[in-house]
């Protein structure tokens, strides 16, 4: 009676060390079941970038009280300031959306604004950086040559 009883059991199947497979569990509703619809909030910005967009216009606002870029941007330490300032906004901007860009989504328009905010003055900076710079190597102006004859 063994044999006959050993021979209807199935044989066991040794368990592979190799390939195991997890329990793939089932949708947790019914499919025919209503949702409830998600709502998406939108991602606000960080606190690092509302300041970062804050800094950026404080070259904008300067202009506007002393009475223009000209008048920044002839204090050399204040400009020089300005600008280390504004270009660090810009590059916390610009990290946002490396950042979001990596994770495939879209950047906040905070993202944008200060980029562009910023842009406005690192462009005007280096531009008029620029000609004095190469004013004084080239010696344009008065005050670097002697007194004409």
Known sequence: MRRAESET??????ACRVATFRYVEGPAIEPSAQRQAEAVLPRSPSYELVTAFVVSLIPHA??????????????????VVITIVDA?????????????????????????????????WLIY??????????????????DCRGPIR
Do not use: E
């Not at 059991?9 to 040794?14: A, G, L, W």
């Not at 900076?125 to 008065?142: E, H, K, N, P, T």
């Open 9 to 14: 059991q199935p044989t066991p199947i040794r």
């Open 62 to 79: 300067a202009a506007l009280f002393v009475g223009g870029y000209g008048q920044i941007i002839t204090n050399a330490p204040l400009a």
């Open 88 to 120: 660090v906004a810009v590059a916390v901007a610009y990290l946002q959306f490396r950042d979001d860009s990596h994770a495939s989504r879209s950047s906040h328009w905070l993202v944008w604004a200060t980029i562009a905010v910023g842009a406005v």
């Open 125 to 142: 900076a280096v531009f008029v950086g620029m000609i004095l710079v190469l004013g004084r190597v080239f010696c344009i102006s008065q």
